[in-house]
């Protein structure tokens, strides 16, 4: 399978931006930084007397850090969730037997994966029944074969 590249030109700024900050924060150095500035602050408490202002200051800081972070972790993890779903819906497209009603099961309804679930626990349970377990199956080929085989067991 050929790779498609892309230039970081063609990518927005706030992608780029994004990308570039939640590689950054995930890093350990990221985690060294954030524990040596609240340790810091922790050491200065007595040269302020522990004043409101003190505390303040770690309030606001940590405020405004964790509000800006949950945007760009959330871009960064949408992206990376669409990744995942384009590479499953790949492989349940190219897989034989496979149900392709899975194929971007995740813009389906609650409803409807409820439903799918259901099936999948039908398909569990029959499966559990049968002497094979390695034998993989879409819903309809599993629930299908399954019962047919207890007809044959139970004659």
């Known amino acids: ?25 995930g890093s350990s150095m990221a985690f060294v930084m954030a524990l040596a500035t609240v340790l ?12 409101e202002s003190w505390q303040l200051i770690i309030n606001t800081g940590t405020t405004i850090v964790t509000f800006l972070m949950v945007f760009v972790i959330q871009k960064a993890q949408n992206k990376e969730s669409l990744s995942v779903q384009l590479k499953l819906n790949e492989l349940i497209a190219a897989t034989k ?17 409820a439903v799918l679930y259901r099936h999948y626990c039908t398909m569990a349970e029959l499966t559990k029944k049968t002497s094979d377990l390695r034998k993989s199956h879409s819903v309809e080929e599993a629930i299908k074969e399954t019962r047919e085989k207890l007809k044959e067991e139970n004659g």
């Open 1 to 25: 399978m050929k790779k498609i590249t892309t230039s970081h030109s063609n990518k927005g700024f706030f992608e780029r931006f994004s990308l570039g900050v939640a590689k950054a924060t």
């Open 40 to 51: 810091i602050w922790g050491i200065t408490g007595p040269l302020f007397n522990y004043s």
């Open 97 to 113: 037997g496979a149900s392709n009603r899975l194929i971007d099961s995740e813009d389906l309804s609650e409803e409807e994966l």
